[in-house]
């Protein structure tokens, strides 16, 4: 599958999501490092350059209401099925649990 967002694109987005949903909240960085245990710096710093860690900013995601979204958006979808057959196959799959590509 093609991309058309690279990844230094998502992290501008993201920045921006979050500094519009703390500013939509009447926060400011103090408050919302307060709220999450995120330090100031670290919230700085990642709505200047979009660098932080996954912890950080799963903590910021949470005080702002967007930790369930995310979840759920993260999630393999379901797959529609045409006919009994394809339940059955899917049913008798083993989950994987390696990689054959390297």
Known sequence: M???V?????????TTIVREKRLAQNLTQEGLAD?????VATLRKFEQKGSISLE????L???LGGLEDMLTA???SKTNFNSIEEVLAKNSEKPRKR???K
Do not use: D, E, N, T
Request: charged share 15%.
């Open 6 to 14: 690279s990844p230094a694109r998502a992290q501008q987005i993201l």
């Open 99 to 101: 990689g054959s590509k």
């Open 61 to 63: 995601m949470w005080v």
């Open 2 to 4: 093609i991309s058309l």
């Open 56 to 59: 950080s900013f799963l903590k």
């Open 35 to 39: 709220r999450s245990g995120v330090p």
């Open 74 to 76: 993260l999630k393999a």
